[in-house]
T-cell receptor, first 115, second 113 residues
Framework: KAGVTQTPRYLIKTRGQQVTLSCSPISGHRSVSWYQQTPGQGLQFLFEYFSETQRNKGNFPGRFSGRQFSNSRSEMNVSTLELGDSALYLC??????????????FGSGTQLSVL | ELKVEQNPLFLSMQEGKNYTIYCNYSTTSDRLYWYRQDPGKSLESLFVLLSNGAVKQEGRLMASLDTKARLSTLHITAAVHDLSATYFCAVDRAETSYDKVIFGPGTSLSVIP
């Protein structure tokens, strides 16, 4: 079974640009969640999508948005990039049913550098 | 203020020794997670703890949850070098869809042969 796939693996952008990151979940998983990891702020939850609907949201400005497609693939978009957006962006997938032992499976991440 | 704290933040221990990492949180919780992250790598899910008194074990790691004390522990038994990594706890907050998941700062564990 293929794991969670994130593309691209590395990305370099300049301030003011926008960026789109992609996440393909494990087959059959309907929930995709996104996280930002920086040395200063640590790991932070961005949002979760389930069946094409945003189900949960973290404390991030509106520049950060996402969507999920009917095949459960998800994209995350950051507009008007700032230097502080430089981070490792992780996505994770799960069945999303809230089952007792439900675990998240993480992708390898996209390392975004904003210059 | 919503907080998830871990201690210690840095831990250096010898192989064969036992130690416990603590995770305190200040909000009500639906569930508590433990994750492992190797340097330069992604996160790996270790445990999901749902209810008060829950205990889960896998190999040399055992996690427990006390929802009344808002405390979870990750106990390491007879540490081996392969356990060297950063360990994060995360709280999935009950009754909210905003800022729903909060992570601790992580505990960097180094097991010395």
């Amino acid at each position: 079974k293929a794991g969670v796939t994130q593309t691209p693996r590395y990305l370099i952008k300049t301030r003011g640009q926008q960026v789109t990151l992609s996440c393909s979940p494990i087959s059959g998983h309907r929930s995709v969640s996104w996280y930002q990891q920086t040395p200063g702020q640590g790991l932070q939850f961005l949002f979760e999508y389930f069946s094409e609907t945003q189900r949960n949201k973290g404390n991030f400005p509106g520049r950060f948005s996402g969507r999920q497609f009917s095949n459960s693939r998800s994209e995350m978009n950051v507009s008007t990039l700032e230097l502080g957006d430089s981070a490792l962006y992780l996505c994770a997938s799960s069945s999303g049913t809230g089952a007792t032992n439900e675990k998240l499976f993480f992708g390898s991440g996209t390392q975004l550098s904003v210059l | 203020e919503l907080k998830v704290e871990q201690n210690p933040l840095f831990l250096s221990m010898q192989e064969g020794k036992n130690y416990t990492i603590y995770c305190n949180y200040s909000t009500t919780s639906d569930r508590l997670y433990w994750y492992r992250q190797d340097p330069g790598k992604s996160l790996e899910s270790l445990f999901v703890l749902l209810s008060n008194g829950a205990v889960k074990q896998e190999g040399r790691l055992m996690a427990s949850l006390d929802t009344k004390a808002r405390l979870s522990t990750l106990h390491i038994t007879a540490a081996v070098h392969d356990l060297s990594a950063t360990y994060f706890c995360a709280v999935d907050r009950a009754e909210t869809s905003y800022d729903k998941v909060i992570f601790g700062p992580g505990t960097s564990l180094s097991v010395i042969p």
